[in-house]
């Protein structure tokens, strides 16, 4: 896999689901271990090589985000039984 430095901060993302594979707290303060740092990106992404690749969103970033469920979707995850 090829890198080059992002224009924006990316963390590690486990496929289907949101969060990081890292943490605030053994990212030196950094929320998600958010980077723009290639080598910290290259040694991520040898851990996690599965990883999808996570950014940033909302007026901190200016990338604005829709997403759609399905009723399907949230009736097996955010509303159990509805």
């Given at each position: 896999m090829r890198f080059r430095a992002?224009?924006?901060?990316?963390?590690?993302?486990p496929r289907g689901v949101k969060?990081?594979?890292k943490s605030e707290k053994y990212s030196g303060g950094r929320k998600?271990?958010?980077?723009?740092?290639?080598?910290?990106?290259?040694?991520d992404w040898k851990q996690w090589p599965d990883?999808?690749?996570?950014v940033r969103t909302g007026s901190l970033s200016?990338?604005?985000?829709?997403?759609?469920?399905?009723?399907?979707?949230?009736?097996?995850?955010?509303?159990?039984?509805?």
């Open positions: 992002p224009t924006r901060e990316v963390f590690p993302a969060k990081s594979h998600w271990g958010m980077t723009r740092d290639l080598s910290q990106i290259r040694r990883a999808n690749v996570g200016s990338i604005f985000v829709v997403e759609a469920d399905t009723m399907e979707d949230t009736a097996s995850t955010a509303w159990p039984g509805w």
